[in-house]
Every structure is written in C-alpha cells, then in structure tokens.
T-cell receptor, first 115, second 116 residues
Framework: EAQVTQNPRYLITVTGKKLTVTCSQN?????MSWYRQDPGLGLRQIYY???????DKGDVPEGYKVSRKEKRNFPLILESPSPNQTSLYFC??????????????FGPGTRLTVL | AQSVTQLGSHVSVSEGALVLLRCNYS??????LFWYVQYPNQGLQLLLK??????LVKGINGFEAEFKKSETSFHLTKPSAHMSDAAEYFC??????????????FGTGTLLAVQP
C-alpha cells in the first residue's frame, strides 16, 4: 500500500529536549516536505527536499532542521524545542519536482506538545 | 504572491442538504488549485484538483468544484451531505512563483459539521 508514515503520532516533551520526528514514504517520490498546522493558520511549509541531499527552507523554518540521506526518509529535527513549536506536523511527498499539478500524499500527522 | 482565502471557518449543514465551501484565490498567473479533506485524526487526502481544461472538476465522494477565473473562486460543493462528510476541508494553490518546489499554499480550513 502506498503511504507516508510518521512516528511518533503523539509526543509530549519539555523545552530544550532534542527530538526527531521520522517520515518515510514507499512511493519512490523525489519530493518531500514538512508542514505544521495551527488553528486559524492552515498548513505552513517548514522545509522541503527536492531529492537526496537537497533541502531548502520553507516559510517557517526557524527552530527546525531536516536531512535527506535516503530517498524514502525525511526526518524533522527539533534541536531545542520551545512551547511555540507545539503543533500538528505533517509530512508530505510527491512525484518528481517541477510537476506542480501532481498530488501530494500526506502522512497521518504528529501531534507535538512542548511544555 | 499567491494566496488562498476560505470564507467561513465553520460550516454546519443538515444531512441531505447542499454543501458549499468557499475558496477564493489570488494569483498573477493561471493557478493550479486543490481541495484536500482531513478526517479526524488523519492526514490530508486529495478530494480534487484543477490544472487546466474543464473548469468543473469532479472529485471523490461526490464532491465537485468549479474554477471561475472571473470571480477568482474555486468553491467546493456536494448536492447532498452525508454524516461521513464531517471533516476539515482545505483549499490550496500550487506556489507557481517559487520555482519548481511543489509547495502548496493552504487556506485556513473550513470545519464542516453535518447534523442528523
């Protein structure tokens, strides 16, 4: 089954404790990205990757890091989480970059709470 | 810059009634438009998309949307609501000004409630 998986689905942590949210897709997609969803703001892109070892900032990258060492995986790293990073996070993937009409496939989401 | 505006953060309809969720876009180039649905505790799922060609687009679960360039709108409709349609709906536009990044620019979402 074609899918995007994220782990963990729920996470409660404390300020400053480094964490990683994993994202994996089994569709051989080149493009992957991370969004955060906040009430009244919709989804905003954090980082994206156009292929292995190619990443770039989205609209709200502050406080986040990513890496793309393998095509299928795109982890989101919070080196020192703060309460304003409490949010619902989605990973997404799609076919080759440049195909702007293509469907993006979303993971189930990770609900992060930073105390 | 491109943007999307969804009018009405909450919409409530009765089962069997017409569903109308509004989306207006702003774009200096012909847009690519999408509607996604998010069921409780799930990720986003594509309902339908408009790229080029026919302006009336049919999607899954009986939904459709019409691209109206003159009104810069892409409203989502369904003739008869089902209880299973209760979800949050997001309108989005491809970021055509940002290069080939595949980025989507989302509206703030509309939460649809369906009353029995």
């Amino acid at each position: 089954e074609a899918q995007v998986t994220q782990n963990p689905r729920y996470l409660i942590t404390v300020t400053g404790k480094k964490l990683t949210v994993t994202c994996s897709q089994n569709m051989n997609h080149e493009y992957m990205s991370w969004y955060r969803q906040d009430p009244g703001l919709g989804l905003r892109q954090i980082y994206y990757s156009m292929n292995v070892e190619v990443t770039d900032k989205g609209d709200v990258p502050e406080g986040y890091k990513v890496s793309r060492k393998e095509k299928r995986n795109f982890p989101l790293i919070l080196e020192s989480p703060s309460p304003n990073q409490t949010s619902l996070y989605f990973c997404a993937s799609s076919r080759p970059t440049g195909v702007l009409t293509d469907t993006q496939y979303f993971g189930p989401g990770t609900r992060l709470t930073v105390l | 810059a491109q943007s999307v505006t969804q009018l009405g953060s909450h919409v409530s309809v009765s089962e069997g009634a017409l569903v109308l969720l509004r989306c207006n876009y702003s774009s200096s180039v012909p847009p690519y438009l999408f509607w996604y649905v998010q069921y409780p505790n799930q990720g986003l799922q594509l309902l339908l998309k408009y790229t080029t060609g026919a302006t009336l687009v049919k999607g899954i679960n009986g939904f459709e949307a019409e691209f109206k360039k003159s009104e810069t709108s892409f409203h989502l409709t369904k003739p008869s609501a089902h209880m299973s349609d209760a979800a949050e709906y997001f309108c989005a536009v491809s970021d055509l000004m940002g290069g080939a990044t595949n980025k989507l620019i989302f509206g703030t979402g509309t939460l649809l409630a369906v009353q029995p």
